[in-house]
């Protein structure tokens, strides 16, 4: 029997200082634990212990010359967690902040988040702390060859298979993909995000922001209720948050922001899609800040060193990175009326917020569940690659849709409850049953 004070304390001696990597453990466990209890085949495998301690870390120094000649000296990770499902599946994060502790809950999350989207992937995530923002595409490239020469040895289609997250999108990933080839001789899928024109898939770059939008579909429709004429916060402005809102609009909501380190760039009339053009522009064109936007439309305002939970909304999408929405920032989203949370980003919600949330009744949608479109595109295209096929944007978009359907349905099964569907409790269940049975399968994983 599992006592979830105890696991947790284990938790601490096996990794002392690594807060974010204990968050992701308790919630996980938190619904787990009192279900394997009841559950007799998983008894004695020590199987929680086991999801503690990654499969392996590779941990590495990057050292490169920018365009002006200095030497530069990065830190680089790979947190290999568990590959019981499959090859090893998830991003590579390039920001200042990241550190071991960052790529443990990470990978951790993703073992989960893979198993829910029912293709055969482990989960793994790794990054630098290199902080790309401002920097030349010619100190981008640079600095990505010096990375995959110590990372290219650990990866590979049937071992590790990497993709984007925050600052890493289409142009590192075929920087990457590049340099991996030089490498290794081989044009194979050893990467995903790639460029359709370089064996990438189609939708994959809209894949977490439309699966995002259709789970909440799913999940009000589970309440005959329409996504169509409610208001949307959305934080972020980056892959996720815009693809998120492009969805939105195209469902007729409204969506009242988004949002970068800066600020918060507000339209109360709801953005249109010229709006929407202007900001992806702004993005991933000029890879410019939302401010400079706040004097291009009339319907604008930045709110300088503001979060997007300020306004009144039904729906709040976090998008942009892990515990952004605080207690604070839940009681403020809870006077403003909001009825559901959905985590578009990894674990948005600090542990406070998460349980102010709940204890008033607002609904959780968990980010294993809501963003996992992502990785399951990047399936689809490891099957592509695999097949050396290209598929249709229709075929991927209605794969997409088909899979964050199963997986809210993998939530109500497994979440039901008298007050309602407990997403977090449905999507940590429905995902650690089939990393755990094929742990007990394979002996020894
Ligand atoms: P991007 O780099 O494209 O965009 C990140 C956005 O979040 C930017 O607007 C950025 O603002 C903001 N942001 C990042 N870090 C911080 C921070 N510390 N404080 C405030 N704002 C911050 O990343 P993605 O859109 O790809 O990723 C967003 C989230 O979604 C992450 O949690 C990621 O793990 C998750 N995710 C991504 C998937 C993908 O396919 N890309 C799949 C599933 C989940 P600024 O420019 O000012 O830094
Ligand atoms: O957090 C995530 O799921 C991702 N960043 C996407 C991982 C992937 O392999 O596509």
Known sequence: MYKLSEIMERAEQLAPNQ???????EDVFHSVVPYINEQEKYQNHAL?????????????????????????????WRVQHNNALGAYKGGLRFHPSVDLD?????????????????????????GSDFDPKGKSDADILRFCQAFMLKLSNYIGPKQDVPAGDIGVGSREIGYLFGAYKQISGVFNGVLTGKAPGSGGSLIRKEATGYGTVYFLEAMLAHQ????????????????????????????????????????????????TSEHLEAIKTNKQVERGRLKDLADSSKDFEFK?????????????????????????????????????????????????????????????????????????????????????????????????????????QACIEFG??????????????????????????????
Request: glycine share 8%; net charge negative; charged share 25%.
């Open 19 to 25: 807060p974010q990597f204990h968050q992701a453990v």
């Open 48 to 76: 929680l212990e086991q999801l503690l301690v990654p499969d392996r870390i590779i941990e590495f120094r990057v050292t490169w010359q920018d365009s002006e000649d200095n030497m530069q000296v990065n830190r680089g």
């Open 102 to 126: 960052t790529f443990k809950f990470l990978a951790f999350e993703q073992t989960f988040k893979n198993a829910l989207t029912g293709l055969p992937m482990g989960g793994g995530k790794g």
């Open 224 to 271: 005959d209720k329409e996504l169509k004429g409610l208001t949307c916060a959305v934080s972020g402005a980056g892959n996720v948050a815009l693809y998120t809102v492009e969805k939105l609009l195209q469902k007729e909501a409204k969506v009242i922001t988004v949002s970068d380190s800066d600020g918060t760039l507000l339209c109360q009339s709801g953005f």
């Open 304 to 408: 300088a060193d503001t979060k997007p939970w300020q306004f009144n909304c039904d729906v709040a999408i976090p998008s942009a990175t892990q515990n952004e929405l605080n207690e604070e920032d839940a009681k403020a989203l809870h006077e403003n009326k909001v009825v559901y949370v959905v985590e578009a980003a990894n674990m948005p919600l600090t542990s406070a917020a998460t349980a102010y949330m709940v204890e008033n009744k607002v609904v959780v949608a968990p980010s294993k569940a809501v963003n996992a479109g992502g990785v399951a595109v990047s399936g689809l295209e490891r099957t592509q690659n695999a097949l050396m096929q290209s598929w249709s944007s229709d075929k991927v978009d209605k794969e997409l849709k088909k899979i964050m359907q199963d997986i809210h």
């Open 416 to 445: 039901e409850e008298e007050e309602g569907i407990n997403y977090i409790k449905g999507a940590n269940l429905a995902g650690f049953i089939k990393v755990a049975d094929a742990m007990l399968f394979q002996g020894i994983s």
